[in-house]
């Protein structure tokens, strides 16, 4: 059925995890050395004398060695600075990555990866494809997502009385308690899918956890019959080490009336081969717009006249990442006096439009001014409309007058 290997990999601050498309369609976890062990620490170590690199629980046990440079958090240490450092240190783990994995699957080739991270951020982006295209995998064949989109795809592709209301998912570890609220929205065009995500980590932390369980396990029961009472929910995942620590007897009682209630850790990364699947071999939710953090949650159009017609030309829609949501246009006016934008969110269901003045372009006959328009985001929540006078070929030149609009998103 698949030719060649389909790779997921949840890369993770404290764990990397990796899984495949078996010939049936379905996610399998890698394992590594036992049957049981799907957890690779994400660590890095460079031995200065032998001039190599080590990865996993190799750079563990070479840790304490004499002229081992060790590296941690490796997602986390490659966004603090771009640098060439970072890039080896990425590269080096990956290629250690990707030959586990080719060992393990027979070494099948590995045709498509997708990543997932806990959040996507244009450098730790730009390291990682960058790394991947260095070991021999070119842009169009690696994916990238963040965890939340992982939660997306990997719930839409199991039974639909799971996702027919609203979805959780808590992931504790020693850092941060997150909740991840899956909702799916139906209306007349696409589908949304929209993931809102929530830092529980001041009600409870790890330490709670694990020096007053009972505590612990009170206050999540007492968040949960909080929000009970307001939503309706069909489906919880609970992942992460703090889910492993103690039995949470009360709360999970609470979550299991009337509900699907599921434990483990490897979530993210079968979701990433549910979205390389998606994207590389036979998509099945191509009717679905994905809307969470680091994707844009609105569409933004810009109104105008063809033909004596009213239509709308689409600038970017939901769903697309905000770093890479930009979009060109050229376009004929009758007379430059305004251009209209418009901001549809579709999932509060609301529009807003807004206008750029353009009466200080200059003065000519009707349908004699060409304009550029150029859109792109500046932050997750603020784009900016530039629209510059292009003139009219060799009539009337281009001016090189340009206005500059920033639209700041509702909260």
Not at 166 to 191: E, I, T
Not at 209 to 237: C, K, M, N, T
Not at 263 to 274: I, P, S
Not at 327 to 341: G, V
Request: proline residues 3%.
């Amino acid at each position: 059925m698949v030719k060649g290997m389909i790779l997921g990999i949840d890369f993770s601050s404290d764990y990397t995890q990796m899984a495949y498309l078996d010939e049936k369609g379905n996610p399998q976890s890698l394992s590594f050395g036992t049957s049981d062990n799907f957890l690779i620490p994400t660590v890095a170590c460079y031995h200065s004398k032998l001039k190599e690199w080590y990865a996993g629980e190799e750079a563990v046990n070479k840790k304490a060695e004499e002229n081992c440079q060790f590296y941690e958090k490796l997602p986390e240490l490659s966004v603090e600075k771009s640098s060439g450092e970072n890039l080896e240190r990425i590269q080096s783990y990956f290629s250690h990555l990707l030959q586990w994995a080719q060992a393990r699957g027979e070494n099948r080739k590995i045709k498509n990866i997708v990543i997932t991270l806990e959040e996507v951020v244009p450098d730790l982006l730009d390291i990682i494809t960058e790394a991947l295209s260095n070991l021999g995998y070119p842009a169009e064949d690696i994916k990238v997502i963040s965890h939340s989109e992982s939660l997306v795809y990997y719930v839409l592709n199991q039974n639909k009385e799971i996702w027919m209301n609203q979805v959780y998912h808590f992931h504790m570890n020693s850092d941060r308690f997150l909740l991840r609220q899956l909702k799916v929205l139906h209306g007349r065009g696409p589908s949304m899918a929209y993931v809102d995500m929530e830092d529980l980590t001041n009600m409870i932390s790890m330490k709670t956890v694990l020096e007053d369980p009972q505590h612990a396990d009170e206050l999540l029961y007492q968040f949960l019959e909080e929000r009970f009472q307001h939503q309706v929910v069909s489906g919880i995942y609970l992942s992460g080490d703090g889910f492993y620590a103690q039995d949470w007897e009360k709360s999970i009682r609470l979550m299991c009336q009337n509900r699907r209630v599921f434990k483990g850790n490897n979530l993210m990364v079968k979701g990433a081969v549910y979205a390389a699947k998606e994207f590389f071999y036979t998509p099945v939710l191509e009717n679905y717009l994905i809307s969470c953090k680091g994707r844009t949650r609105v569409k933004v159009t810009m109104e105008v006249q063809y033909k004596e017609r009213d239509h709308s030309i689409v600038l970017s829609n939901v769903g697309d990442y905000w770093s890479q949501a930009k979009a060109k246009a050229e376009c004929i006016m009758e007379m430059p006096t305004k251009a209209t934008f418009v901001v549809n969110d579709l999932l509060n269901q609301t529009k807003d439009a807004f206008e750029i003045d353009l009466t200080g372009f200059p003065k000519r006959p009707p349908k004699t001014t060409r304009i550029e328009i150029n859109f792109r985001y500046l932050s997750e929540d603020q784009f900016e409309v530039t629209i510059r006078d292009l003139g009219f070929g060799e009539l009337f030149k281009s001016s090189e007058m340009e206005v500059r609009k920033v639209y700041q998103l509702k909260a």
